[in-house]
């Protein structure tokens, strides 16, 4: 359960930490929907999100699917594989490839290099890049947000 | 109030460029950008506009909407700039590059002390703590342990607490963005 002692009117933890800036909540929320809609491949998004979470100790990251990466074929087995991989044949040369990527974008983002970027970027359009490197963007700095405000999954929100 | 974050930040990355040195300034461009358009402009509202939308809608939320002292916003804006290795947030600055917020002003000095001397006697301890949460918040954030804290509660509400975490996600996501591109070392050479 989050440390905060102030919180706003909300069904969820989560709703009630980002009801104090709902503003900024809000704004993040459409965001992340237009993230997933637009996206070409949820399921590749999403399995970079939860690597960036677990990498930040986000449970409620780690806990949260979204529907539409569900809807594309997410599986459970693979989310469980993610630790493995770099080695696993649960991942496709393309999903190492990001996942790699997102890892070092999550960690330390100046010591990327023009190798980690062309390894992506020549696998996908400009477009598909820049949308992959926003997404990556949220999923680092709203699981360091949920990880350090401690924001606890409920019940609803879990797989 | 709705911010021009895209001339903002090329205002604010132009003035930089003389300040860098070498090799910074010829860090790649890690995409093409067409002849005669400015790599930041071309980034940000041209290769995908459906989300650039929305992230200004977001920046907005988050520069426009803020309740905290500037300095304290400002400590954790550069801590970010620094951490990420963004030029242009380096040279950002809120009093000249946000428009409700002109009427408070910062000297130059109280930013060239943020650069390894922040036992300066020019910052408050509000201000030590912004800078310090936002390196933790990129860095290291499991290291924020009890003793810390301890002196994030004794000097902060809550609410201040959330802003500031908010503020901080917010900035590192723009930050890295420019970053991993390279516009911002290629906007700062215009």
């Known amino acids: 359960m989050t440390w905060l002692t102030e919180t706003a009117p909300g069904p969820t933890e989560h709703d009630r930490v980002l009801g104090l800036r709902p503003a900024a909540a809000e704004r993040s929320a459409e965001l992340f929907n237009e993230i ?4 070409a491949d949820p399921v590749l998004l999403e399995l970079c999100r939860l690597r960036i979470a677990t990498l930040h100790g986000s449970r409620w990251d780690l806990a949260y699917r979204y529907a539409s990466a569900v809807a594309a074929g997410l599986s459970e087995d693979v989310v469980q ?3 493995s991989y770099p080695t696993s044949p649960l991942f496709s040369d393309q999903q190492r490839r990001c996942l790699g990527f997102a890892e070092q974008y999550a960690m ?3 010591g990327l290099t023009d190798q980690d970027f062309a390894q992506v970027a020549d696998t996908m359009s400009v477009p598909e890049m820049t949308a992959f490197t926003f997404a990556l963007g949220m999923f680092d700095g709203m699981a360091r947000f949920r990880a350090i405000l401690d924001i606890e999954p409920d019940q609803s929100e879990g797989v | 109030m709705t911010i021009d974050t895209t001339t903002n930040v090329v205002n604010a990355a132009t003035s930089l460029s003389s300040k860098l040195g070498a090799a910074e300034l010829e860090r790649p461009l890690r995409i093409s950008v067409p002849d005669g358009v400015e790599p930041m402009q071309h980034l940000l509202t041209s290769s995908v506009p459906h989300l650039m939308d929305k992230v200004t809608a977001l920046s ?14 400002e400590a954790a804006r550069v801590r970010i700039a620094q951490v990420n290795g963004c030029l242009v947030c380096q040279n950002w600055r809120s009093a000249r590059d946000i428009p409700n917020r002109r009427h408070e002003q910062i000297p130059e000095e109280w930013y060239e002390h943020l ?10 301890e509000r201000e030590r703590l912004a800078y310090e949460f936002a390196g933790r918040f990129a860095e290291d954030h499991h290291s924020m342990d009890d003793e810390f804290w301890t002196r994030m509660h004794t000097a902060f509400s809550d609410d201040e607490i959330v802003e500031l975490t908010v ?5 590192m996501f723009s930050g890295r963005m420019l970053r991993v591109f390279g516009v911002d070392a290629a906007t700062c050479r215009i």
């Open chain 1, 36 to 39: 997933y809609s637009s996206a």
């Open chain 1, 81 to 83: 594989a993610l630790p």
């Open chain 1, 108 to 110: 330390d983002v100046q």
């Open chain 2, 60 to 73: 907005n939320a988050v520069y426009g909407t803020s309740t905290l002292p500037l300095r304290e916003f």
């Open chain 2, 115 to 124: 650069d390894g001397d922040l036992d300066w006697d020019g910052y408050t």
């Open chain 2, 167 to 171: 503020c901080t996600g917010a900035w």
